[in-house]
């Protein structure tokens, strides 16, 4: 089965724990005069996504209910089983075209094996539509917090946070690191309570710190102390020896 990029976001989604809007099958209504919107929506009910986009004329001035309909019939052909990279990327930009800001997901999948860095442009764009969508922060915080920029990584996670319909341990727990490592202990301290509490366990703990050099002292600092009795012995006896 290929994997194409909604595919992927769709199982980024269930391992973060999250809803994402961008893959939400709720459509505006349509007016009672608006008779393109109405037959979209028709069109749309019997998923006839290639005829919609058929129907529809990039010149013509559509209100943004019938846009949305034309802009999730694109997106619903470039995740269809068969459409190749190029059909799906060549989808995605048409989606655009009619203000589906969500296809910039399909973008970045599309090209973040093959250009990383132009991939997380695409995020970029559509971070700035402020998007109720924990996905593209995530990411872009996962890619910011690998490059060492603790900062803008804890910043990225802590807008994931926010905008998820839920509650995420691993969103949490992402951002206790990049904030523990950005020297927020306070926040740090909190999502670690916080991920614990949906799952999280002092084994993981423990395992991070074991092989993170930049966690060695976690252990030493106040704001942590609270967690280090709940883990086993071995492992405290460990934390506590290091210089």
């Known amino acids: 089965m290929r994997r ?3 595919v992927v976001s769709m199982t980024l989604i269930l391992v973060l724990g999250v809803h994402s809007p961008a893959l939400s099958s709720t459509l505006a209504t349509c007016m009672s005069t608006d008779s393109d ?3 979209f929506a028709r069109l749309m009910e019997t998923e006839q996504y290639q005829k919609i986009t058929e129907l529809a004329d990039p ?3 559509y209100s943004a209910e019938a846009k949305a309909y034309i802009g999730r019939a694109y997106l619903m052909l470039a995740g269809q089983e068969g459409t190749t990279p190029e059909q799906e990327e060549l989808y995605c930009r048409k989606a655009l075209a009619f203000d589906a800001v969500s296809a910039y997901m399909g973008l970045y999948f599309i090209n973040a094996d ?3 860095e132009e991939a997380l442009e695409y995020l970029r764009e559509y971070i ?3 998007p109720n969508d924990p996905v593209p922060y995530v990411i872009l915080g996962e ?11 804890s910043q990225y996670l802590a807008k994931a946070r926010s905008v ?3 509650r995420s341990a691993n969103i949490d727990w992402l951002l206790f690191q990049a904030s523990y490592l950005a020297g927020d202990f306070t926040t740090a301290s909190a999502m670690l309570d916080s991920s614990f509490s949906q799952g999280k366990t002092a084994g993981d703990l423990n395992a991070l710190v074991s092989s993170d050099p930049r966690f060695f002292e976690i252990g030493k600092k106040s704001e942590f102390r609270k967690f280090f009795p709940t883990m086993n012995e071995a492992a405290t006896c460990r934390l506590c020896s290091r210089p």
């Open 37 to 39: 919107c109405l037959a």
């Open 128 to 130: 700035k539509t402020q």
């Open 59 to 61: 010149m013509k001035p």
């Open 114 to 116: 093959r250009s990383p």
């Open 164 to 166: 998820a319909s839920g």
């Open 143 to 153: 890619a910011e917090l690998a490059q060492k920029n603790y900062e803008p990584a």
């Open 4 to 6: 194409g990029s909604f």
